[in-house]
Every structure is written in structure tokens, then in C-alpha cells.
């Protein structure tokens, strides 16, 4: 059922009155904001598709379920006020049988100004489970079997996950809360380092602290995925040389075709790979796009997946295209400094600035402008180009399953 859902009328917070019990935001359209694309393909092709999507299921390791205001300059208000809606529309439109969401994640600011605080990220929770406990489309996956239910049943398996673990600050017993709440996906930094280890954006990289080996330690039993995107990358080696399980890249490229903080070198890439782990190919725009495709596009992504490909194996890809319902470049302008772009996407020589050539600014992806677009693009992408049947299973969601069977409780 990967390529028909069920759907739902319903829409976010519709158990209340709008204006009444809560702050209403025009949103952003979820399926046509932009003009949409379909990579073209033949009837023979089309028809393998479908096949393939009818027998197997797709999970997205990396997204942001949210609909962001149709005025992306409202997003701050709008996060503040700590209701974001779901995409329930572009879902039901979409081959996803399971998606990690990240909630609001480096953008949230209920109650302060920089964000990550524990009483703000629960709320963000609770508010998403509140709504999702009013419908029956969406399935609060916690376990590898709700997964193959959702695929069963033509719904959506959600899996809460949060991308840096500052908010548990120096409290183990939170990473047993969290599991208790529903996630199951942490990283260990958002691009900030933290009492477990350093991000990506830190001048030096000081590698996973005595604290974080703990937090590693107690993520392994519990069944807690660990991921490390945003790290730097001495902590994302040595998260992986001390946790008994394999961990998760849910969300990056190859930083051996475009030198970039937010890619990772092939050694990490390799390291993840060997010991059981799953790397998932980002797409948020101006990430993973290469020397040979500077405009980022569908292209440049799939670059980024041939090469970790060839490099790690086909049995240790997959994909976490990053993407969100609304303008996604505007969104990056407006929380520019909480969500690190600068340093983010600079380069990890910390060499000067012509380390790349010069790359175009897009307004959008194209083919990947939303979850809904890329759980199609990529598939289509993968059979126009020839791969084998066995090799896209794998890679749209056999290779999640295995590591889920293994890190999960």
C-alpha cells in the first residue's frame, strides 16, 4: 500500500476553534507552493514502480512533518506560540510508509531565546501527540511492527525524533523519559557542542566527553538510535567506537564532493558503514550539492548517494532527504543563527572562502521541495537509472529495517 494511502480529512487542531482557543497562521500550501516535478518515466517503468512500492516499505530517516506559514517571516511567532500543524494532506499524498519527524527542533522558542530547553522540547512534543491522538492516519511508531502496519494499512508510521540532545544538559535518567514519551532517534549534538560532545560548527572538535559515553551507554539500553549529522567529526568516531549498536548519519552527503561542515569525510562515512550503521542522503537546499552540479537539484543529491554508495556499500544507504511544507529557503534566512547555517555549510578546512566554486542560490529544491515530492523522485529516480530491484529496497527502507531490528527495543 506504499503507493496509495488512506488519507484523512482531518485537519491540525480541529478539536478547537481557531482564534478562540488558539492563535490561527495562514499556512503554506502543502502540495503546490512551487511547480511540481515528476521524474518522467515509461509505462514499463511506471508499473515497476508501483510494484515496487506495493511490495516494500520507505522510510525517510530525516524529515520535518510541519506546515510552516504561507508568510515564512511569521515563523518565529508561530513557533513561539508552540502549536505547529501536521502535513496531514502532502502525507497522504506521499510513498512514505515511515518518517522520522524532527519536530521543530534548532527553531524552537516557547519560553527563551535560544531554544533546546527540555520544558520546550516536551511541550513541542506533547502538542504533536495531542493532535495525533484525534485522527487514525497517522500511526505513532514505536516499535519495527508498527512500521509494517502502517505499509499494511496505507497510513504513515510516525517516529519522533530529536536532532541534539543539549536539553537533557547533564541528566541521564531524560534519555529514559524521552523513550518513555515516544522518541526513539537522538543526536548526540545539533551543531553545538554540549555536555555530550561537539558539533560541527566548533573551531576544534574535542571528541565525545566522559558524560557522553555515559549518555551512549544508556541510549544502547534502552533502544535509543543515535545519530550523529550534526556532530563534529572526532565525536561522531568516537560515538561510534563506544556504542555497542549500530548508529545512524540520518541526514548528510559526501564532503568529498563538496567541502562542507554539514557533509562528512570518507572516513566517518566508512566508520558508520563498518559497524553496522546507515547513512541517509540530506537535501535541504544548498547541502549536498557537487563540483559537478552546483545548482542543487535531484541530480546532486543522487550524486551524493552514488558515491557513499560505492564508497560504504549499497547495504548501508539510505535516505533523509531533510525536508519540510513551506519556503525552506526562507525558513534557513530567517533562523539563520539558530540553525548555524553560516558555519554549517563553510568549509571544514576552515580554509578560505573559494575552497568550492561557486554554487547558484535556488529558491527551492526542485523534484525535492517537500517530503511529498521526494518519497516520489527518489524511487522514480532509482529505477529510471537502472538499479536493481534488490538494491532499491534496500535503500528506500530495507536497510532502516535492519538497523531499527537491531537498535530498538
Known sequence: MGLTKKGTPYESFSYLEKGKDYRHFELAEQLERVEPYLVPLSDDEERRVRQLLGENVMISLHEHLGVFPADISES?????????????????????????????????????????????????????LCDLAHQEFIVHCTKVDDIYRAHQEGKIAWIASIEGAAMIENELDRIDLLYGFGVRALGVTYSEGNSLGSGLKEPSDGGLTVFGRRAVERMNKVGMLIDCSHCGDQT???????????????????????????????????????????IGVEAAPHT???????????????????????????????????????????????YAAALSIKEAHGSAARGPADQNPTFEKVEYVRGLENPTEASHNIVRWLVKHGY???????????????????VWA
Open 76 to 128: 518565529p511567532l508561530y513557533t513561539h506560540h508552540g502549536r505547529m500543524a501536521t502535513a496531514f494532506q502532502g502525507l497522504a499524498a506521499s510513498h512514505w510508509d515511515a518518517v522520522f519527524d524532527n519536530l521543530m527542533d534548532g527553531i524552537i522558542n516557547i519560553e527563551s531565546q535560544s531554544g533546546w530547553k527540555w520544558t520546550e522540547v516536551l511541550h513541542d512534543l506533547g502538542m504533536r
Open 288 to 334: 549536498t550539492i557537487t563540483r559537478n552540479n552546483t545548482t542543487h537539484s535531484l541530480d546532486s543529491v543522487m550524486e551524493h548517494f552514488e558515491y557513499i554508495k560505492d564508497l560504504v556499500g549499497i547495504d548501508h544507504v539510505g535516505f533523509g532527504p531533510d525536508t519540510l511544507y513551506g519556503d525552506h529557503v526562507g525558513l534557513h534566512n530567517v
Open 236 to 278: 561522531t568516531l568516537d560515538v561510534i567506537e563506544a556504542s555497542t549498536k549500530p548508529i545512524i548519519l540520518s541526514h548528510i552527503g559526501a564532503r568529498a564532493l563538496w567541502d562542507s561542515n554539514r557533509l562528512a569525510p570518507d572516513d566517518v562515512l566508512k566508520a558508520c558503514a563498518d559497524k553496522g550503521g546507515v
Open 388 to 406: 536493481s530491484d534488490d538494491d532499491i529496497t534496500k535503500a528506500i527502507g530495507g536497510n532502516a529495517i535492519m538497523l531499527l531490528r537491531e
